[in-house]
């Protein structure tokens, strides 16, 4: 149980294109959601908090309008990438939490590689 | 603001070698305390975690950590490491407030086991 998928595992895109990450909960519902990204040989940061059905919250020094969060439904939030340049070329994770108690295990997906051009 | 240290950077052991890795926080509050652990080209998959209760807690996989509160430390320890345990382990951290659930993680540390 408690499995979370990522689409697309890896993309490569040109310069100045939005490029849209989903995250799913594959088993159960997730009413939070997190985006992390990893640089590599360095830790995850957080960058937003997704709760399904309101505005998400971005860390700071995290753009908003650069880094789009949709949570539409308790299975899925997706995150886009706008007017992507190399230096957004990143891992991206998400994580998710299900309903309940605030201290409930975020489960991992497996990540997506961005590669700007 | 919380922050997460994690000692080690990476750590080469032969089988059979015993474990431990430090974890240190800062946050004078409640924590809530997890060890994540991403096998190479895999997710990050929850080792342990400490919310509340006794200190030293088991894991999967044989691993376990201890709470040291005066020394706001979380280390992990194996008693007797295998190949497969080759990975990248992250200590993470959260405030434990109702208000809040963000995940706070360290930089983590590469551990090679070697036959």
């Known amino acids: 149980g408690a499995v979370v998928s990522q689409h697309p595992s890896w993309v490569i895109c040109k310069s100045g294109t939005s490029v849209k990450i989903e995250c799913r909960s594959l088993?159960?519902?997730?009413?939070?959601m997190f985006w992390y990204r990893q640089f590599p040989k360095q830790s995850l940061m957080l960058m937003a908090t997704?709760?399904?059905?309101?505005?998400?919250?971005?860390e700071q020094g995290v753009e908003k309008d650069k880094f789009l969060i949709n949570h539409a439904s308790l299975t899925l939030s997706t995150l886009t990438v706008t007017s992507a340049h190399p230096e957004d070329s990143s891992f991206y994770i998400c994580?998710?939490?299900?309903?309940?108690?605030?201290?409930?295990?975020?489960?991992f997906g497996p990540g997506t590689r961005l590669l700007v051009l | 603001a919380q922050s997460v240290s994690q000692h080690n950077h990476h750590v080469i052991l032969s089988e059979a070698a015993s474990l431990e890795l430090g974890c240190n926080y800062s946050y004078g509050g409640t924590v809530n305390l997890f060890w994540y652990v991403q096998y190479p080209g895999q997710h990050l998959q929850l080792l342990l975690k400490y919310f509340s209760g006794d200190p030293l807690v088991k894991g999967i996989k044989g691993f376990e950590a201890e709470f040291i509160k005066s020394k706001f430390s979380f280390n992990l320890r194996k008693p007797s490491v295998q190949w497969s345990d080759t990975a990248e382990y992250f200590c993470?951290?959260?405030?434990?407030?109702?208000?809040?659930?963000?995940?706070?993680f360290g930089t983590g540390t590469r551990l090679q086991v070697f036959p």
């Open positions: 994580s998710a939490r299900g309903p309940g108690r605030v201290r409930e295990t975020q489960y």
């Open positions: 993470a951290v959260n405030a434990g407030s109702y208000n809040t659930d963000k995940l706070i």
């Open positions: 088993d159960f519902q997730a009413t939070t």
């Open positions: 997704s709760n399904e059905g309101s505005k998400a919250t971005h």
